[in-house]
């Protein structure tokens, strides 16, 4: 049984002024005494006592009292023992997303051996005892998982080696996380859509996010279609072949049989390969169709129209990653989860819902 170890709130508010002053929150001078208590709600004691432990420390040196504590660059106090961090791709065209690109970029500068996985959880068909065995032949002392399923996620969150679910179905395990809360911004998307007139959404999403069953996120989807007088089905989350062919099959076969007036989309390529292919067949957005995504692409700021966004600040994301990696490499547990808030950002993909008939081949 492991001795309980109770901190003083002065270790406590030391560790966490030693953190901002490690992700330059703070770079010459720590403030006040009085912004401090004020700002972080502690006593004149407890600041003072936590400035002496990062005193000692070597992290701050003293300039007299009642003058700004200078921060002392001590390479040894910031020293960050390089681990072995493998990113574990959902799928390899995910090395070129912003968020992961800049997560192994922000790893890479903290001097880690971070890199992405060979094979990603599709090539390993998301299967337990695949990724298994790739995890045995290709160790680490960290693994970051983006956008696992829970099985898998269950297994990793079971390991010793420490685990990060980035995305994923990361909900009731024992895991650190970082994640949107797309809720509150899809929300308000699907409202605006329905005020608009549209009653024939789909929503499209990969299986993780509906099997075995609908994430959150997605069943909150139904629910508020259903609240609106709109009956639901299948036909809002389709079931289909996730792979270039089968995204086309899916498309062609809701334009020919109950073509969708708006669509939402979980992520960025699939906005794009859906809107090209619509085009291909006539369908123009947003004349014909409105079209919602849930990502974040540098192309977009180069799309006209200006795609209508469910939008959220993927750099929090990577920031408490890299966090998340500093602790694991200096031998602390974190299994924080960490979300940001997303909100829906109009732009020029939505309109009002077209009663006229669609071509279809």
Partial sequence: ?????????????????????????????????????????????????????????????????????????????????????RIFLYEIQDRSCIDTSSLLAELLAEGMDADFTRKSFKDLNMQVAKVEQYVSQNPADAW????????????????????????????????????????????????????????????????????????????????????????????NLPDWEESREGLRRLVDELLRFSPPTAMLFQEAQLYIAVKSHLADRGVICPRHISLVVADEDPCFGWCHPTPSQIQWDYRKVVRSIVRWAKNVADGKEDRRKIGTEAEFVEGGSIGPVFLGKLFRE
């Fill in 1 to 85: 049984m492991k001795n309980l170890r109770i901190r003083s709130s002065s270790a406590q508010l030391a560790e966490y002024l030693q953190e901002q002053i490690r992700d330059r929150i703070w770079t010459t001078t720590l403030p006040g005494e009085s912004w401090l208590m004020a700002h972080l709600q502690v006593g004149r004691g407890t600041v003072r006592a936590a400035m002496a432990q990062l005193e000692a420390e070597g992290i701050l040196a003293p300039c007299g009292q009642g003058k700004r504590r200078q921060i002392v660059m001590n390479r040894d106090a910031f020293t960050t023992r390089k681990i072995r961090v």
């Fill in 144 to 235: 970051i998982l983006i956008s696992a399923s829970q099985e898998v996620i269950e297994w990793f969150s079971q390991q010793k080696v420490p685990s990060h679910a980035m995305y994923g179905r990361h909900e009731g395990l024992p895991i650190a996380a970082a994640f949107p809360i797309i809720i509150p911004g899809q929300t308000a998307a699907v409202q605006r859509l329905i005020e608009l007139g549209h009653k024939r959404i789909v929503m499209l999403a990969r299986a993780e996010r509906r099997k075995p069953k609908l994430l959150r996120s997605e069943q909150v989807f139904i629910e508020q279609l259903e609240a609106a007088g709109i009956k639901t089905s299948d036909y």
